[in-house]
Structures are given as C-alpha cells and as structure tokens.
C-alpha cells in the first residue's frame, strides 16, 4: 500500500483542520466588530474616489488584527466591484518582503506590472510602480490601499524609505500593522509627518472571547462529540495568559487533536492540551533562539548564568559577566541595550525599572521569561 493512503485511512478526531490555521479568514470575526467599523469608517472614502487617510493598527500578537484589515478588504473589494469604482486593496507581509525595492516590485507584480525582483534601479521600480496610476481607458482614477504587515520587520532592516515613496504617491493609502506601539521611532520626522496616520489600537482577547472564537472553529474542524467540555475552556484560559493571543489558543486546540490522533484516541482529552501546551513553548523557544544572531545568543546566555546564580541582572553586571563570556569577541556596552529591547520584544526576558532611592537614580532589572531548560537546550544544541 502506498504510505499516504496507509496515512490517510488512519481514524481521526478532525473533519478539517484548515479552520484552525490562524490565516483562515471566517465569515465572521467574534468580539473584532468594533475594530472592522474602525477600519472601514476611513477606507469607505475610497467609494467616492477620495483617497483614504493613513491608518496604523496595534496590537500584541495573536489579537485578529491582520484578520480585521483582510475582512475590511474582501468587503471593501466586494462593495467596490458593485459600485464600479476602481480601489484595489493590496496586502503585503513585510517578512516576506523586507527592503523598499521588493516591496515596491511585488506591488507591481500584484497589479499585473513585470518588475524583477533585483537588476532594476530603485527610480526605475518607483516608476514602474507610479504609471500604474495613470488614468485607465474608462478615465477612472485608480485608489490603492496598501496593508504592510508587521512593517516594523520593514523599518529596522531598510529604513523608512518606502513610506517615504508611498506618502509622496498620489491615490496611495496606507495601513501598517504591527505588534509594537513604539515601532515609529524608526520614522524620521519628515517622514511622519506625511504619514499623518490614524491609529487604531487592538486589546488583547479574553478568556470568555477566546471561548466563543474556539466554540465556531472547532465545530468547524472536529467531528462529532469528540472534544471533552474542559479542552476549549482550558485552551482559552492558557492563551489569555498569553497576553489573550488567538493564534495560541487555536494553536493549542489543533495540538491537542493531533495528539488524541496520535494516541488512537477518539475523544481529545484536557491532558493533551497541556501536553500539547510543552510541545507549542518548546519549538516556539527553540525556534527564536536558534535564529538569534550568535552576539544576542551570549547576552541571552549571560542572563542564564547570573540567574542561576540568583544574582540581580542589571545592565552593567550582565555586561561584565558578557564580555567574559565573549572572550574578547565583545559589542559595545550601548549596543547591549539594544540586544535586551529585542530580547525583550520577542518574549524571552522582562525588564522593570526600579528606584534605588534618593540621590541613587534608577536601575533596570532584567529577569528570564521562559523555563532555563528550554533556553539552555536551544542555545547548546
């Protein structure tokens, strides 16, 4: 027998597990209504051939924003299409694309302009990219909205020069998402003030909202009478932990039915979601460290030995104790600021700033947010 038909007639506990990847768009977006109306109350100006203010959407990761500007567009483009008004929405992950010239190239390329992605100058792509707003046969100016995902990725590896080119492109208008509120000090002046951005902030998901979101995917994905009632309590409750991200929890749902199939099991048990909640932390962890550039991985490192030595990590000490670890292959001592805000950013470390009282100024204190064997194994392995 062939092995994927021997896979494929294994007994599982999923009708479909697509509903539950984080990229699936459903009808509907639970407790995100008042977002989408926030959304739409600015692009709706594109239906009468105005071109729509800038907007930026905040959010920790996990919160629907990516879903919500994807909903606004599918409807935006619906509306459009039966007003004959000529608006595209064009979307762009900024992970994918992370200099201003493939930006600029796959928008092109979106739009039906052959644009290579190297061997062009810049001007010669900015120019490609600007004809298409010439007016078509019908006379019908064209109005682009461009949703630049995680654009934060964008700006600390190329600057903000793309913002720079599109601010200054007529019947352009941006949406920029990211999961960071201070991602604008990227943004030189001159440049912010042509992006005049509304901002549009996104809380986090709670226990009870996460339950609603996991009730539709799942009867959606599993069949029958298969999950026991306390599996999509508890995932919801571990991912409101989680700063109420969505995706974990859908994540933690999804595990937790490859492990009943895993197991033969016919019924998808509250044990595997917390066995499949060590399976999502320990490849997440391993992930993010094993990418980090080796400089990041011996802060990281010093970190790990100063807290098992249950010494106070603060910025000087956990210089010292780096620069003993580098063995002369060391960074400056500002650039280790920057290393723990990145540190920071992903999730592996915390800081707080203390007072140390009158006249002694302040002090910020580093500590580890995630389990020291998962650190370890990922940076030793």
Known sequence: MNIFEELGEKKTVFKCKKFLDHRFLPDKLPHREEQIKSVAKYWVEALGN????????????????????????????????????????????????????????????????????????????INAFRNLFKKNVFGKDLILIIILDEIDILLKNDGDGLLYTLTRTENVSIASISNFVDFKQFIKPRVRSSLRDREIVFPPYNAQQLVDILKERSQLSFKDNVLHEDVIPLCAALAAKEEGDARYALDLLRTSGELADEKGSETVLESYVREAKDHIEHNKVTDIVMTLPSQQQKVLESIIYLTKRKEEITSGRLYDVYKEISKGDSVSYRRIFDFINELEMLGLISTKTISRGRGKGRTNIIDLQCEMSLLEDAIWS
């Open 50 to 125: 105005v071109t729509p203010p800038d907007v930026t959407i905040y959010g920790k990761t996990g919160t629907g924003k990516t879903a919500v500007a994807k909903f606004a567009r599918k409807q935006l483009e619906e509306i459009s299409k039966n007003k004959n008004v000529n608006v595209r929405v064009e979307y762009i992950r900024c992970t994918d694309y992370t200099t201003e010239y493939q930006v600029i190239a796959r928008l092109c390329q979106q739009m039906g302009q052959d644009v290579p992605y190297r061997g062009w100058t810049k001007a010669e792509v």
